[in-house]
């Protein structure tokens, strides 16, 4: 299953000089970072010095930290999210080469937090440590509350394991999309285009949408794309191919490569043509934005509920890719229970669960 690629912020030259500083100096503790829109990129916010009686007591490793941890109460507020850079080592005498010199990549996303800005912290957080240099950190925090920045807080989370190392880039990726998912199912705003309702985001689809759908339920259409304008966050309809174009063949070359799109796909099994099973194709490029990125992952789910509320549209199988050119003719069969020479198999996957194409080359 070809997982998703992150397509998020990266960190600016000014980070990367302040985290070069950081690793060398011997008169601040870590930096609180930001994330900037325009362009879209990893920023700094501050420094967090040494505090008095770190300085005075560089020896004592331990009373430096929980020192310099207390600050974060006044840098940090209780509805704004923010990146948190922290050397947990005796900084005295230590430099950037020193095996001894590891970091600590804080996520701060406070409960009061605007949804939006919950889910693009959580979806990007581990870009920050990736592109810093997985070397430079011992393990990351996500935490939601000033009070987990306290020192009891701290050694509660030290005690409970909750400090974890840097994960594999493939982890990294998928993590990034599950988090932005977590925040937006659980968040309380309420959003234009949508509404927050009970356990997740309601969609209301156009009536263009709507019609097109019900063309694909009755056989008429073979393919049906959906689309999100990021401005608005309205789901809009963005093509439909009758069903002599939509041949499990010609589906990658159908499906746009440069934006994310949903695709309700009507696969028939037999050559009975009212003999269909609809199937979900969720595809997000790598060359996508980060925003286009983090709505479309919010809005998947509800997107498929829409379609059954409205349409009547029961999705038999959901498959998801980065790149449209990884929906092969293969992989459509094997997912809907069919092997390539069309005779049929047991699947394993629980309907309606996703899948994702297995790579090329390795069926």
């Given at each position: 299953?070809?997982?998703?690629?992150?397509?998020?912020?990266?960190?600016?030259?000014?980070?990367?000089?302040?985290?070069?500083?950081?690793?060398?100096?011997?008169?601040?503790?870590?930096?609180?970072?930001?994330?900037?829109?325009?362009?879209?990129?990893?920023?700094?916010?501050?420094?967090?010095?040494?505090?008095?009686?770190?300085?005075?007591?560089?020896?004592?490793?331990?009373?430096?930290?929980?020192?310099?941890?207390?600050?974060?109460?006044?840098?940090?507020?209780?509805?704004?999210?923010?990146?948190?850079?922290?050397?947990?080592?005796?900084?005295?005498?230590?430099?950037?080469?020193?095996?001894?010199?590891?970091?600590?990549?804080?996520?701060?996303?406070?409960?009061?937090?605007?949804?939006?800005?919950?889910?693009?912290?959580?979806?990007?957080r581990l870009t920050l440590v990736r592109e810093l240099g997985?070397?430079?950190?011992?393990?990351?925090?996500?935490?939601?509350?000033?009070?987990?920045?306290?020192?009891?807080?701290?050694?509660?989370?030290?005690?409970?394991?909750?400090?974890?190392?840097?994960?594999?880039?493939?982890?990294?990726?998928?993590?990034?999309?599950?988090?932005?998912?977590?925040?937006?199912?659980?968040?309380?705003?309420?959003?234009?285009?949508?509404?927050?309702?009970?356990?997740?985001?309601?969609?209301?689809?156009?009536?263009?949408?709507?019609?097109?759908?019900?063309?694909?339920?009755?056989?008429?259409?073979?393919?049906?794309?959906?689309?999100?304008?990021?401005?608005?966050?309205?789901?809009?309809?963005?093509?439909?191919?009758?069903?002599?174009?939509?041949?499990?063949?010609?589906?990658?070359?159908?499906?746009?490569?440069?934006?994310?799109?949903?695709?309700?796909?009507?696969?028939?099994?037999?050559?009975?043509?009212?003999?269909?099973?609809?199937?979900?194709?969720?595809?997000?490029?790598?060359?996508?934005?980060?925003?286009?990125?983090?709505?479309?992952?919010?809005?998947?789910?509800?997107?498929?509920?829409?379609?059954?509320?409205?349409?009547?549209?029961?999705?038999?199988?959901?498959?998801?890719?980065?790149?449209?050119?990884?929906?092969?003719?293969?992989?459509?069969?094997?997912?809907?229970?069919?092997?390539?020479?069309?005779?049929?198999?047991?699947?394993?996957?629980?309907?309606?669960?996703?899948?994702?194409?297995?790579?090329?080359?390795?069926?």
């Open positions: 299953m070809m997982l998703i690629r992150s397509a998020s912020s990266e960190p600016s030259e000014e980070l990367q000089t302040a985290f070069t500083e950081l690793l060398n100096s011997t008169t601040n503790r870590g930096i609180v970072a930001d994330i900037s829109t325009a362009p879209e990129s990893l920023v700094p916010r501050q420094t967090i010095p040494l505090s008095s009686s770190s300085s005075s007591s560089p020896s004592s490793t331990t009373n430096d930290f929980a020192a310099d941890l207390s600050q974060l109460q006044t840098l940090v507020s209780e509805n704004e999210p923010a990146y948190i850079i922290l050397r947990q080592d005796d900084i005295a005498g230590v430099s950037a080469t020193s095996s001894s010199s590891k970091c600590i990549a804080v996520t701060y996303v406070p409960d009061l937090a605007p949804v939006r800005a919950k889910m693009l912290f959580a979806s990007t997985t070397e430079h950190f011992a393990s990351t925090l996500f935490v939601t509350s000033k009070k987990e920045l306290t020192v009891e807080g701290w050694a509660k989370h030290e005690a409970h394991g909750s400090l974890s190392a840097p994960l594999t880039d493939e982890e990294k990726n998928l993590e990034g999309i599950r988090e932005a998912e977590a925040q937006e199912s659980t968040g309380t705003a309420a959003r234009r285009g949508g509404h927050i309702d009970g356990g997740g985001l309601t969609v209301t689809l156009p009536e263009d949408a709507v019609n097109a759908l019900e063309r694909l339920k009755r056989g008429e259409e073979g393919l049906v794309q959906l689309s999100i304008d990021v401005r608005t966050e309205r789901v809009q309809l963005a093509s439909t191919h009758p069903t002599s174009q939509s041949r499990p063949s010609a589906l990658s070359q159908l499906i746009s490569s440069t934006t994310p799109r949903y695709s309700f796909y009507a696969h028939s099994g037999t050559s009975t043509p009212m003999d269909l099973s609809i199937l979900f194709v969720y595809t997000c490029p790598s060359k996508s934005t980060l925003k286009e990125r983090m709505v479309y992952a919010s809005f998947s789910r509800s997107v498929v509920t829409a379609a059954a509320n409205e349409v009547g549209i029961s999705v038999a199988k959901k498959m998801e890719a980065s790149d449209p050119d990884e929906i092969t003719e293969d992989a459509i069969l094997d997912e809907m229970g069919q092997k390539a020479s069309g005779t049929s198999t047991s699947g394993t996957a629980a309907e309606g669960a996703f899948a994702r194409p297995k790579r090329p080359g390795r069926r």
